[in-house]
């Protein structure tokens, strides 16, 4: 099924609502249904051959926008960007949590981080910036947006998620595939990986949550302070070449 761009354009008028989250429903699906109880490699391997390219093409692009911010500002959003394709055993994983069928068909039809890129900034104005110039992109389709920035999750997590629609050309015609961003910055990451490399097992005790939790402002305050050291140099050294 090719999906037209004119057909899911009407639906990004929807706000994001009280939460930051805008979310308008939606079907890709391009895979003959199967009642098999595992994903064949092959199909996992066909399943995904679309992703990559879709993957890489964003990827160009992100680097491409950071480029010629670098340019035009003497300055650059972006430390780095990080790309992954969902394992084969992670989508059978998250489809049985879902209680859906495990086949390609349902993951490709309700899946919409098979691909992803993290993108991580030093700042949380670095993240508005860059996020502004990808909304500029009219061939990229927004197709959910979720601020954890402004509203932050109560673990303390914060991020800025987002599920671009970007073009795949095949002979059959152009189709939009979903490719979820994160954005953060250095200090939400660390909280991130941090987080998850001490939580991720089982139940956490009310203390460790707490911790995270105040770990968390104890970061945004410190990166704000040095927001403010960088704001100060920038002002005092105006022709300085910005890194």
């Given at each position: ?42 199909e ?33 959003p ?47 104005e ?6 502004a ?96 050291l960088?704001?100060?140099i ?10």
């Amino acid at each position: 099924m090719i999906v037209k761009r004119k057909e899911l354009q009407s639906e990004i008028l929807k706000e994001m609502n009280s939460e930051g989250v805008y979310e308008p429903p939606r079907s890709f699906s391009f895979i003959t249904p199967s009642k098999l109880e595992r994903i064949p490699q092959e199909e996992y391997d066909q399943l995904v051959e679309p992703y990559r390219e879709a993957l890489t093409r964003l990827e160009v692009r992100m680097n491409g926008l950071n480029e010629d911010y670098r340019k035009k500002y003497r300055d650059y959003p972006i430390h780095n960007i990080q790309a992954r394709i969902k394992s084969r055993k992670s989508i059978e994983k998250k489809l049985v949590s879902r209680t859906l069928p495990v086949t390609a068909y349902t993951a490709k039809d309700n899946l919409t981080d098979i691909a992803g890129i993290r993108v991580i900034c030093y700042f949380v104005e670095d993240i508005f910036s860059i996020l502004a110039l990808v909304k500029t992109q009219n061939d990229l389709l927004i197709l959910k947006e979720s601020d954890y920035i402004h509203y932050p999750k109560s673990s303390g997590y914060k991020s800025y998620h987002m599920v671009l629609g970007i073009p795949v050309y095949r002979i059959e015609g152009m189709q939009y595939y979903p490719v979820e961003i994160q954005f953060r910055t250095l200090a939400m990451d660390l909280w991130a990986s941090m987080e998850h490399r001490i939580c991720y097992k089982g139940e956490t005790p009310d203390e460790i949550t707490d911790a995270f939790q105040n770990y968390s402002t104890e970061l945004s305050e410190m990166e704000q302070r040095m927001k403010h050291l960088l704001d100060e140099i920038r002002k005092n050294n105006p022709q300085e070449p910005m890194q």
